[in-house]
């Protein structure tokens, strides 16, 4: 947490890529600093754009509350609108992982999954692949 906190910006980067990793094969891990990372989030500059979806990540894993996912979503959106491929696919991805707890979100995730799957860039045709499966099978 102090390496994800810090001014340094490639240490931030460093640790929140950790952060997504571990979240995604123990999802929950973080849940108790999910604050920590949903306000991290939201004051990352945007040129740190591969930490910022890296903390998307970790916190859409960690998140366990109604509103906590709501607030994550309001900041991912932005994020699916990025010029950089990279950061649409994180976007993407995050808002799936949201929408697995978020039935109010389901739709609209599908929407963007199928859109992403037929039209997108490589990158965002097999993302929006492995989390279409990923959402039908947390039905």
């Known amino acids: 947490m102090e390496d994800l906190l ?13 952060a997504r990793r571990v979240s995604s094969r123990q999802p929950g891990i973080f849940c108790g600093y999910i604050d920590v990372l949903i ?21 859409a894993n960690s998140a366990v509350t109604v509103a906590q996912r709501r607030r994550l979503a309001a900041l991912v959106r932005p994020m699916l609108e990025d010029k950089r491929t ?7 991805e995050t808002f799936a992982i949201l929408a ?7 739709e609209e995730v599908l929407t963007l ?15 929006a692949r492995r989390m279409l499966k990923r959402l039908s099978s947390s039905r």
């Open 100 to 106: 697995q707890g978020e039935p109010e979100l389901r």
């Open 86 to 92: 990279a950061v649409r696919a994180n976007g993407l």
């Open 113 to 127: 999954l199928e859109e992403s799957r037929i039209a997108g860039t490589p990158s965002m045709r097999a993302r």
């Open 6 to 18: 810090s001014e340094n910006p490639l240490r931030c980067r460093l640790a929140a890529d950790i």
């Open 39 to 59: 306000d991290l989030l939201a004051c990352l500059p945007l040129e740190q754009w591969q930490s910022r979806g890296y903390v998307s990540l970790a916190a």
